[in-house]
């Protein structure tokens, strides 16, 4: 099992830049894909990047992609979401999520998901 533990979430300005980690517990983070979702009040969850186990291979959302970068370090069992250009749309709960997989791509869909952390909330003002 995989204890998944999101910190660096905040309130910005529009403009502004915040950076997300996640750390995993547990000896096989490499095993896991990693994700990134979130869900803003009165809104479905929503996948925002993804990236493989190497970390070779990534995915964003149409709505982040250029803006936010998603990387792992599998030494130091984490993963961060760097968000540039924050706009007050982005405003949210932001989501680590991590599935176990012999695969070498990456999941893009919640229910794919096995373990996930509490949340971290990120707050845009414009």
């Known amino acids: 099992q995989v204890q998944l533990v999101e910190s660096g979430g905040g309130l910005v300005q529009s403009g502004g830049s915040l950076r997300l980690s996640c750390t995993a517990s547990?000896?096989?983070?490499?095993?896991?894909?990693m994700g990134w979702f979130r869900q803003a009040p009165g809104k479905e969850r929503e996948s925002v990047a993804a990236i493989s186990r190497s970390g070779s291979i990534t995915y964003y959302s149409d709505s982040v992609k250029g803006r936010f970068t998603i990387s792992r370090d599998n030494n130091l069992n984490t993963v961060s979401l760097q968000m540039n250009s924050l706009k007050p749309e982005d405003t949210a709960v932001y989501y680590c999520?991590?599935?176990?997989?012999?695969?070498?791509?990456?999941?893009?869909?919640?229910?794919?998901?096995?373990?996930w952390g509490h949340g971290t909330q990120v707050t845009v003002s414009s």
């Open positions: 547990g000896r096989t983070f490499s095993s896991y894909v």
């Open positions: 999520a991590a599935k176990r997989t012999g695969s070498t791509g990456t999941f893009t869909r919640g229910n794919e998901y096995d373990y």
